[in-house]
């Protein structure tokens, strides 16, 4: 007997898929090159370094937040997903304009606490896509093609500072495509209505084909 894939490559998985690596690419360049620009903007080290203390408090905040609302029937976790990604993506291109360090705290604030949602809502849309049976596999492809990009986001924006001088077009790259990601799943509803349609198609054609053959017979 021929086994089934491990993993079904329906659209929704794919699409999901897709969205993971462009986030990881957008989330992972404020994590590492945040620091370097509060240095180049005067930040002393020791209040730069506290700006990681509300990091780990908001994203794990936001990770618990998240399950939260998932949990709730009333809450549409694809929605919370891609709104929290806006969020995550939309800061990071304003945290060009942060010069000070109560900006920085605002932004690391706001960032992390999308992330932490985002996170946790994409995990969960990640395991819906697919059978029970294939979320161990599914999930494990996931983050290995979300690891590929988190390998390659930090060294580009590097590249881009080295170049430029300063982080800004760093930032810039990240948050575009921050917000490109989170507009991405919107490709799931547009394959739905179709498969809705083509559904609705068949189940006519199938109802044409019953009713020829009771229609000659009474005849």
């Not at 089934?4 to 993971?20: D, E, G, Q």
């Not at 430029?164 to 989170?182: D, P």
Request: charged share 15%; hydrophobic share 45%.
């Amino acid at each position: 007997m021929q086994s089934s894939p491990r993993v079904p490559w329906n659209t929704t998985f794919l699409v999901l898929v897709i969205t993971a690596g462009a986030f990881t690419f957008s989330r992972q360049v404020p994590y590492v090159h945040l620091i370097k620009h509060c240095d180049d903007l005067g930040i002393s080290a020791d209040k730069s370094s506290t700006i990681y203390l509300f990091v780990g408090i908001f994203a794990s905040l936001g990770r618990f937040g998240g399950g939260a609302l998932c949990d709730m029937k009333f809450v549409n976790t694809r929605l919370l997903f891609q709104a929290s990604t806006f969020v995550m993506g939309a800061s990071t291109l304003l945290l060009t304009l942060a010069k000070h360090y109560g900006g920085l705290v605002a932004y690391a604030i706001i960032f992390c606490s999308a992330d932490g949602l985002m996170m946790t809502s994409s995990v969960i849309e990640c395991l819906k896509s697919v059978e029970e049976s294939k979320n161990a596999s599914a999930f494990g492809l996931q983050m290995m093609f979300s690891g590929l990009f988190a390998l390659i986001s930090p060294p580009l924006s590097g590249l881009m500072a080295d170049k430029y001088g300063n982080y800004i077009a760093a930032f810039l790259m990240a948050g575009g495509v921050g917000v490109f990601a989170s507009l991405i799943p919107f490709i799931i509803l547009c394959v739905k209505r179709e498969s809705k349609e083509d559904e609705e198609e068949n189940l006519d054609v199938d109802i044409e084909e019953e009713a020829v053959p009771r229609l000659e017979s009474s005849v």
